[in-house]
């Protein structure tokens, strides 16, 4: 029992918030709407997320738009059977891949942006639209796309879509601004004026949506992104470190309150131009002196080891290497060999499932349209084998001096080798 009159001491404790896992539910209890919640917990904004994380890493962006620009590679290559076929030379093909909505997009800008979806979110969708006997073709962003519940044959039969799911969580009812349209799954072939074929990366556990390979470094994301922001505010206080700055005896200047006299400090000891000043007090007594605790604990030795072992673990979830993504560890610059043999591993591993997740999609949507091809795309090494050889090994002096833009000379159209120069 308190004693009477004693005044009682409030504390505050700081807590550290466990991640959350994804766990996917259709339970009715876990939501009150037809379509399922992307992830239980997490406020439906799981590929928001997503894309959010691939804004502030710059490592984890990196890895992201290097592992886009090899899926996309140089384009679609087009087969009929075992035969190329020359896509230019036939029109109504070269037409349509050239131009499928009225946006003006290529069939290699739809696949390009459901490549980054997959990639950044682990899922994509495309909206099919069919109009007076054609077929066009969207981009979706993933974002805004919710899956009904499967019904008793397991089928997911319509997608439900809205602008901003953020605002309206689990929620059946929606604002006008983030209003809910219902739009059939796709199915090849049926009478549907407009559906979305949607995709995923399969993962255990996971029925209705995917997660993206680099999940499992989402906060070693997050801690890249932090100490670089932790930085820019240690700049805007001026370097100088976190403080408790009791005022003893001093009154605010007349005509100010007592927090503009506060925010008037503030401002003239942080932001730019302000760090390691000196504070002079004169005051009248003992009183008045100000009582300043100084609250740092961080070493920058200590930043620098935790943003090394960051950038490793998102590197290492996404199966990726440095020298691929563009990403050099200092002293430590790839040959020509060690880049081909990991590129090499990582086409086969990572790159070739993703093109065929999506090639799988858009092969079907060619051949509903009426074309009799299939779709490849072919992505080139980021070093050529002519790197490793010697211009003197094959090439004459002259054919040498001619890339140099130097005037041949005469009777040196013969190769520069060991027995020439002896």
Not at 404 to 416: A, K, M, R, S, T
Request: net charge neutral; aromatic share 10%.
């Amino acid at each position: 029992m308190a004693t009477r009159g004693k005044k009682r001491i409030n504390a505050v404790g700081l807590a550290v918030q466990q991640p959350k896992l994804p766990i996917e539910t259709d339970k009715r209890k876990d939501f009150r709407g037809k379509w399922v919640p992307f992830f239980k917990d997490d406020n439906n904004t799981f590929p928001n997320d997503c894309a959010k994380r691939a804004k502030r890493s710059s490592t984890h962006n990196a890895l992201i738009e290097s592992k886009v620009g090899y899926v996309v590679g140089e384009g679609f290559n087009a087969h009929r059977g075992a035969e190329t076929v020359e896509i230019e030379k036939e029109k109504n093909l070269s037409d349509y891949l050239s131009s499928v909505n009225n946006h003006d997009e290529s069939l290699i800008d739809v696949y390009t942006k459901c490549a980054r979806d997959l990639i950044t979110t682990g899922n994509f969708a495309v909206e099919v639209v069919r109009s007076g006997g054609q077929q066009f073709i969207f981009h979706k962003d993933i974002t805004t796309v919710r899956l009904e519940k499967a019904d008793q044959d397991n089928r997911i039969n319509n997608v439900y879509v809205s602008p901003d799911w953020s605002k309206i969580k689990k929620n059946t009812r929606a604002g006008q601004e983030e209003k809910i349209t219902i739009v059939p799954s796709y199915r090849y072939g049926s009478n549907e004026s407009n559906s979305i074929y949607y995709c995923k990366e399969y993962s255990p556990e996971m029925r209705y949506y995917g997660i993206p390979d680099h999940y499992s470094a989402g906060l070693w994301v997050d801690i890249e992104y932090y100490i670089p922001k932790f930085n820019i505010d240690k700049f805007k206080n001026g370097f100088m470190p976190s403080a408790i700055i009791d005022l003893f005896g001093t009154e605010p200047p007349e005509g100010m309150t007592a927090q503009e006299y506060l925010d008037k400090i503030v401002e003239k000891f942080t932001g730019e131009g302000n760090n390691s000043k000196i504070l002079f007090q004169m005051l009248d007594s003992q009183e008045q002196k100000s009582s300043i605790q100084i609250l740092d604990n961080i070493k920058d030795g200590d930043f620098q080891k935790l943003h090394d072992l960051a950038v490793q673990n998102i590197i290492t979830a996404h199966r990726f290497t440095p020298s691929l993504a563009g990403i050099q560890t200092a002293g430590k610059l790839g040959s020509v060999q060690q880049i081909q043999t990991e590129f090499e591993i990582i086409s086969n591993t990572v790159i070739r499932p993703y093109k065929d997740k999506l090639l799988r999609v858009f092969n079907t949507l060619i051949k509903e349209a009426g074309f009799d091809v299939k779709l490849d795309v072919h992505t080139s090494s980021p070093v050529s084998v002519t790197s490793l050889i010697l211009p003197s090994e094959v090439m004459t002096i002259n054919e040498q001096r001619k890339l140099l833009g130097l005037e041949p000379l005469e009777n040196q159209d013969v190769l520069q080798t060991k027995q020439n120069l002896q």
